[in-house]
């Protein structure tokens, strides 16, 4: 089973509130805040419930990589660091990416865990607006012409706000 970046494009403003609460469970009640979703029907059905504010995408091991390597936190004010990585019992961020991905941790950033601190990942990625801006309107479906809702364009769009 695969997984999916999730990524809020809109923020929390004028938002219905089961879809803003829907949100903030996610992990991303910030604006371009990501989030590294399961590919199981309850995650399908909160992101579809989200569709008109978020955009996703099938996530790959490349793109998770560099998530972890340059917006990977383990605080508020640390950053995951190759020492934070060796506590969390990974060697690489390759590794942990792999890890993810194939399922052998569990579902969420934030149950990883390690032993010194107890400090876990948190479960988001922040990312600064795209340079060069948006190429699509934010506003539109990807369909119709947006960047919104199942977009195979997001991972570009991502390494661009890392």
Known sequence: MGKLLVVNL??????????????????IGKRFAAAV?????????????????VAWAPLDAELLTSLLQSRGRVSNSKTLDEEQLKALGFK?????????????????????KGPADGLGLKPFFGLSPPKGGFKRSSRRAFREGGILGENPL?????????
């Open 92 to 112: 690489t961020y390759a590794d942990l990416a792999d890890a993810i991905l194939k399922g052998e941790t569990t579902s969420t950033l934030s149950s990883i």
């Open 10 to 27: 809109h923020g929390l403003i004028n938002v219905p509130r089961g879809t803003r609460e829907t949100l903030i469970q996610l992990g």
């Open 154 to 162: 997001l991972p570009e769009i991502v390494r661009r706000m890392i």
């Open 37 to 53: 979703v399961g590919d199981d029907p309850v995650s399908w059905g909160s992101v579809h419930l989200c569709k008109d504010y």
